[in-house]
């Protein structure tokens, strides 16, 4: 290993004197380690003319090799650092989920944790949890495939809601009249699992199906609950990103009707994330929320009433 540790600085630094100031050892030292490689591997790896000393073509491609596997070394001593280094855990997750869903209940995890320490990132591509990017991933449909180990959370619905002082609610008495109000819609930019849509939901609950059109259409399922809730329409919001607004009064409910996501929310660990002091606690913890989640989206929910018949 010495032997390696001397030719691969010799290589990156180029000289010898370099090299045995990096490893803190004589020229000498240097030199004898070379020698000994070469009568190891059976070729010169390098060609020493005088003072002069250089790379073989078979020593530099030699080298190339043993700076990635010195590189995967390093790296590997920076994870366990990484991991001993402190006890708070990384948290990634689909960013409407972060702000709407996790967020708020997070605050309840820092009461609970003894201490423990956790950074919530909203992140909309997968992180590599292997490579340490995240400790837990909370992510939605096939998007959990890349990851190793997962477990589902719960699966949502979408119903309507529109905010208490929305002009025309006072004209609202059937599933039908929602329809002709302000309709905001959720496009995803990612097709695959697209939340449910006014023309499904009107199918399933309406007597008439009409031609329906949005009036705002958004790619931020963040920007389409916070347009409805200033007022601008009614959106098909998922239970678990407006169920404290409902809570709240910020949002009503016309109708308690619903549709199911087409798939469900899963969270996904590293291999790592257990070694961490908060790392089982957290995973106990966000499971239990998601199984409160699911048991949500099969309870009713309580319709506001405080319309007026035209």
Known sequence: MKSLMAFEE??????MTAAAEALGITVGAVSQHIKSLER????SLVTRAGNSVKLTSAGQSYRNFLARGFQEFQDAQDAVRKIRSTSSITVSSLRSLAAKWLAPRMVEWQKISNGAKARLQGDLTEPNLENGDADFRITYGRHIEPHRQYARLFTDIVLPVYAPGFKGRELVTRPEHLLQLPLIEIEWADSEGQSPGWSQWAAAHCKSSPFIEPTLVFSFTNAALDAALYGEGVVLAQLSMVWDDIVAGRLIVP????????????????????????????????????????????????????RTAP
């Not at 010799?10 to 000289?15: H, K, N, Q, S």
């Not at 190891?40 to 070729?43: A, C, E, L, P």
């Not at 961490?276 to 309580?302: M, N, Y």
């Open 10 to 15: 010799f290589g990156r630094l180029g000289t």
């Open 40 to 43: 190891s591997v059976g070729i």
């Open 255 to 306: 109708f308690d009707l619903r549709l199911p996501m087409p798939q469900p929310y899963y969270v996904a660990w590293s291999s790592a994330a257990f070694d961490k002091p908060a790392g089982r606690e957290f995973h106990r913890w966000i499971l239990s929320k998601g199984r409160q989640q699911g048991d949500l989206a099969h309870r009713s929910v309580h319709v506001h009433e405080d």
